[in-house]
């Protein structure tokens, strides 16, 4: 039995669509809207509950669990604390301010307490992951190169409780950090219209970060938000991403003369 704590976005229906009627699992549901509703195994719980997840898992006979999807900074003062969550939600409020990893990471921290382990989000789909190399008919050139060079080297110097996972460069320019908001927002506000593509956009694990949560992830969302920036190419680490949507992501690149390279 494997317990799935599963938030939002689409990633985690891409890991429950691969398991289902294959392995025994549960669902411990921190989704704002309740995604997960319908599924015979799914429990609805509030991110305060950790003696309810708990119980849940240890009924079960769960001692691992997997983490996928975002869980965003809920509002403490609204939240529904049962015994356990009121002796763990300080750690859980100050890990908050460095960002919504924190929040995940720190929950792993107190599962770990309580004798439950934390596996990879990509154990079950490690075919979503890239690996090296480029998957587009259009490849990085010597401008590119010199951009791809200069995110790695800008997303280095952050600190290690920095949120940011993504830069766009320009020119060996940087145009935009990530910043609390996501990849979304950043790419939305540097909209521009050229004629010919320019720029990359380069997302990247953070510094000391926990490989089993929160890796960095495209979708065909991305490739259509990059091409509106006016970006020529996409690219990743190897094995340290998530690339939901993969064939049509490279179809996309493919057609708007776009690249999607990792390295």
Do not use: H
């Not at 669902?27 to 195994?41: Q, Y």
């Not at 309810?52 to 900074?73: E, Q």
């Not at 951009?147 to 940087?174: C, H, M, P, R, W």
């Not at 094995?239 to 049509?248: A, D, G, H, S, T």
């Amino acid at each position: 039995m494997i317990g799935l704590i599963f938030g939002d976005t689409d990633f985690p229906k891409k890991i429950l669509k691969k398991i289902k009627n294959k392995k025994k699992y549960l669902i411990i549901d921190l989704t704002r809207n309740k995604k997960f509703k319908s599924d015979k195994n799914s429990y609805s719980v509030s991110l305060g509950q950790f003696g309810k997840i708990i119980k849940i898992l240890r009924d079960n006979n769960c001692k691992k669990v997997l983490f996928a999807g975002k869980v965003k900074k809920p509002k403490f003062s609204t939240l529904q604390l049962d015994f356990k969550g009121m002796y763990y939600m300080p750690r859980i409020i100050k890990s908050s301010k460095l960002g919504d990893a924190a929040i995940l990471k720190e929950i792993i921290n107190i599962l770990k307490i309580e004798k439950i382990n934390t596996v990879s989000s990509l154990i079950y789909n490690p075919e979503l992951s890239l690996k090296k190399g480029n998957y587009t008919k259009l490849k990085p050139n010597k401008t590119d190169k010199f951009d791809i060079k200069k995110a790695i080297s800008t997303l280095s110097k952050l600190g290690k409780y920095n949120f940011s996972q993504g830069a766009i460069i320009k020119n060996e320019k940087v145009i935009a950090i990530e910043g609390r908001d996501g990849t979304q927002k950043m790419l939305q506000k540097c909209k521009i219209k050229v004629k010919n593509n320019t720029g990359v956009l380069v997302k990247l694990p953070k510094k000391k970060q926990d490989l089993r949560i929160d890796l960095p992830t495209i979708g065909l969302k991305t490739l259509i938000q990059s091409k509106s920036a006016g970006l020529r190419g996409i690219v990743l680490k190897s094995k340290q991403n998530i690339c939901l949507e993969k064939k049509r992501c490279i179809n996309y690149a493919n057609k708007n003369e776009m690249f999607i390279f990792v390295i």
